[in-house]
């Protein structure tokens, strides 16, 4: 089979109606077998990319327990190794309240309704690339009316139509005078036009691989936004917790500071107490005084954080409301194998779709080098009456097949498809970069867990032992051994201690909820029951 010049153009005419519509159809079939047969797509194939090698979390093997602190949230957890992570990772924390606030904010965040949209756009446009893979089919229909003026020629008036009508009756006869009349008549056209473009050399089909993979990072920003929100939940109801015990905390901090400056006062008033005595208790109460209105905008302003995770405006409250001591520290942690982060982080998985699809687009740019083919037909008729379009003299047709093959087009193509593969190196690295960063989020969440269980039993012995001296001060005032003052001191010194130990017990219910976001939050054990109750 000889292939045609490029740039040419085949016309078939001359040819008797219904061999051409055979000759067509067989056209048709023989030029999509063959495009789809051959399955040629330049440029790269795309290779999933491998977990790196001898991945781990730490130089040395991290311990698999962390310390304990006698106080509730102090308790042990143990790492385990390879575990999976439910979807559900919230409710290990053993509050309904919690768990009642996710389900409300997954129904009715706005962030999940534009990732949802987002994904169905992405959708939508692999659909609509695959429609180039089929013939692409028009109807035509026009009517028209028009008037001839009278002075025309006989010559420049319309013939015969297949109906046998002359549409111009004769202008001259002989030894008349010349008929001067205008002339008035209608002319309809009916058409239907096929057009195809083979996908030869894939262009098309690594479009769609392009649009495909750009779906599945959509696909994947979902599950991320649904893990982001949960943590955001889980975060926010902590904070509140650590608030509410840090506001109690510091108003006992300042009705001790109030007593003591009032003892101090009576003192001086007695004579038993100097001027700087008092001005030093003043500053201490002042200085307490002025640590509560920050703890008191934190957590409104986490509170208005809750209301509008759920969806709610400012003004509509939510009715859930959390304490440190109704949360509980889950005891065994998940702990998924490093050649697993891969597959379980949405933004590692979201770099491989966007690395998958730039590697689509470079053969997308190859493909616009090489030779464009395309096929094109319509069958019509034309009359004066539309009963007369398909009958004798009326049907028409063309069959055109056009290869183009781009020549010199000023360096655009070759330069398109350099920027496409500097795009490839560009998310290649930015692949190598998320998982580096995803490791790292992994270790440092770690490290902190281990860490910040140290630093609360710290606080649990700093608080115990500022107890004791609270304790002891108080059984030398009863005996007149230290003044009332002295008490007062110990006691300060004891909320202080409390108010860092109230913190520290916080910091370990944020680790937990880190490390679960950490791992990637579990977003493939997903059950049906869930995304039903999600996208409800």
Same mark, same amino acid.
């Given at each position: 089979?000889?292939?045609?010049?490029?740039?040419?153009?085949?016309?078939?005419?001359?040819?008797?109606?219904?061999?051409?519509?055979?000759?067509?159809?067989?056209?048709?079939?023989?030029?999509?077998?063959?495009?789809?047969?051959?399955?040629?797509?330049?440029?790269?194939?795309?290779?999933?990319?491998?977990?790196?090698?001898?991945?781990?979390?730490?130089?040395?093997?991290?311990?698999?327990?962390?310390?304990?602190?006698?106080?509730?949230?102090?308790?042990?957890?143990?790492?385990?190794?390879?575990?999976?992570?439910?979807?559900?990772?919230?409710?290990?924390?053993?509050?309904?309240?919690?768990?009642?606030?996710?389900?409300?904010?997954?129904?009715?965040?706005?962030?999940?309704?534009?990732?949802?949209?987002?994904?169905?756009?992405?959708?939508?446009?692999?659909?609509?690339?695959?429609?180039?893979?089929?013939?692409?089919?028009?109807?035509?229909?026009?009517?028209?009316?028009?008037?001839?003026?009278?002075?025309?020629?006989?010559?420049?008036?319309?013939?015969?139509?297949?109906?046998?009508?002359?549409?111009?009756?004769?202008?001259?006869?002989?030894?008349?005078?010349?008929?001067?009349?205008?002339?008035?008549?209608?002319?309809?056209?009916?058409?239907?036009?096929?057009?195809?473009?083979?996908?030869?050399?894939?262009?098309?089909?690594?479009?769609?691989?392009?649009?495909?993979?750009?779906?599945?990072?959509?696909?994947?920003?979902?599950?991320?936004?649904?893990?982001?929100?949960?943590?955001?939940?889980?975060?926010?109801?902590?904070?509140?917790?650590?608030?509410?015990?840090?506001?109690?905390?510091?108003?006992?901090?300042?009705?001790?500071?109030?007593?003591?400056?009032?003892?101090?006062?009576?003192?001086?008033?007695?004579?038993?107490?100097? %001027?700087? $005595? /008092?001005? +030093?208790? &003043?500053? *201490? =109460?002042?200085? @307490?005084? #002025?640590?509560?209105?920050?703890?008191?905008?934190?957590?409104?302003?986490?509170?208005?954080?809750?209301?509008?995770?759920?969806?709610?405006?400012?003004?509509?409250?939510?009715?859930?409301?959390?304490?440190?001591?109704?949360?509980?520290?889950?005891?065994?942690?998940?702990?998924?194998?490093?050649?697993?982060?891969?597959?379980? %982080?949405? $933004? /590692?998985? +979201?770099? &491989?779709? *966007? =690395?998958?699809? @730039?590697? #689509?687009?470079?053969?997308?740019?190859?493909?616009?080098?090489?030779?464009?083919?395309?096929?094109?037909?319509?069958?019509?008729?034309?009359?004066?009456?539309?009963?007369?379009?398909?009958?004798?003299?009326?049907?028409?047709?063309?069959?055109?097949?056009?290869?183009?093959?781009?020549?010199?087009?000023?360096?655009?193509?070759?330069?398109?498809?350099?920027? +496409?593969?500097?795009?490839?190196?560009?998310? @290649?690295?930015?692949?190598?970069?998320?998982?580096?960063?995803?490791?790292?989020?992994?270790?440092?969440?770690?490290?902190?867990?281990?860490?910040?269980?140290?630093?609360?039993?710290?606080?649990?012995?700093?608080?115990?032992?500022?107890?004791?001296?609270?304790?002891?001060?108080?059984?030398?005032?009863?005996?007149?051994?230290?003044?009332?003052?002295?008490?007062?001191? +110990?006691?300060?010194?004891?909320?202080?201690?409390?108010?860092?130990?109230?913190?520290?017990?916080?910091?370990?219910?944020?680790?937990?909820?880190?490390?679960?976001?950490?791992?990637?939050?579990?977003?493939?054990?997903?059950?049906?029951?869930?995304?039903?109750?999600?996208?409800?």
């Amino acid at each position: 089979m000889n292939c045609p010049n490029f740039a040419q153009t085949l016309v078939f005419s001359k040819v008797p109606v219904r061999l051409v519509r055979w000759r067509l159809v067989r056209l048709a079939l023989l030029t999509t077998a063959t495009a789809l047969a051959s399955g040629c797509a330049v440029g790269p194939n795309f290779h999933k990319p491998e977990a790196p090698a001898r991945a781990a979390y730490a130089p040395t093997p991290l311990p698999e327990t962390s310390s304990s602190a006698p106080i509730h949230g102090g308790e042990v957890q143990r790492y385990i190794a390879g575990r999976d992570i439910p979807f559900e990772w919230w409710e290990l924390f053993q509050s309904p309240a919690l768990n009642s606030l996710i389900d409300k904010a997954f129904k009715a965040n706005p962030t999940i309704t534009a990732a949802q949209a987002a994904l169905a756009q992405a959708q939508e446009m692999v659909y609509a690339q695959r429609g180039f893979f089929f013939p692409s089919i028009g109807a035509t229909y026009q009517a028209e009316r028009h008037k001839i003026a009278g002075n025309l020629t006989n010559d420049q008036a319309p013939g015969v139509q297949g109906n046998g009508d002359n549409l111009s009756a004769p202008l001259q006869t002989p030894g008349v005078a010349p008929y001067t009349a205008p002339l008035y008549y209608n002319f309809q056209t009916a058409e239907l036009t096929v057009g195809f473009v083979p996908d030869v050399f894939g262009s098309n089909r690594r479009q769609v691989e392009s649009l495909a993979a750009q779906t599945d990072a959509q696909r994947l920003a979902l599950e991320a936004t649904y893990i982001t929100l949960a943590s955001n939940v889980a975060a926010a109801a902590i904070q509140e917790a650590s608030l509410r015990a840090q506001i109690r905390a510091t108003r006992e901090i300042i009705a001790s500071d109030e007593k003591a400056l009032q003892i101090l006062r009576d003192q001086f008033r007695l004579g038993q107490a100097m %001027r700087i $005595d /008092v001005a +030093a208790q &003043e500053t *201490a =109460l002042a200085q @307490a005084k #002025a640590t509560l209105p920050p703890l008191q905008l934190q957590f409104e302003e986490t509170r208005d954080l809750i209301r509008a995770l759920v969806g709610n405006l400012p003004n509509d409250d939510v009715p859930e409301t959390f304490e440190l001591d109704a949360l509980q520290l889950p005891p065994e942690m998940p702990l998924s194998l490093p050649a697993k982060i891969i597959e379980q %982080r949405p $933004d /590692v998985r +979201a770099a &491989e779709a *966007a =690395l998958h699809a @730039a590697n #689509a687009q470079v053969g997308v740019a190859v493909a616009a080098m090489l030779p464009q083919f395309s096929i094109t037909g319509s069958y019509g008729g034309n009359a004066d009456r539309f009963s007369w379009m398909f009958r004798h003299g009326g049907p028409f047709w063309n069959l055109v097949g056009d290869v183009t093959q781009p020549i010199f087009q000023g360096g655009t193509l070759l330069h398109r498809k350099r920027a +496409a593969q500097a795009a490839l190196k560009q998310a @290649a690295a930015q692949y190598q970069s998320t998982v580096i960063t995803a490791y790292q989020n992994v270790a440092d969440t770690l490290h902190a867990s281990l860490s910040d269980a140290d630093a609360l039993a710290a606080q649990v012995d700093a608080e115990n032992a500022a107890k004791v001296t609270y304790d002891l001060t108080r059984r030398q005032m009863e005996t007149g051994y230290v003044n009332y003052l002295t008490l007062l001191s +110990a006691e300060t010194a004891y909320q202080q201690a409390l108010l860092a130990r109230v913190q520290a017990q916080a910091t370990r219910y944020g680790d937990s909820v880190a490390l679960f976001q950490a791992l990637g939050g579990g977003w493939w054990n997903r059950t049906s029951k869930a995304s039903a109750n999600i996208t409800r």
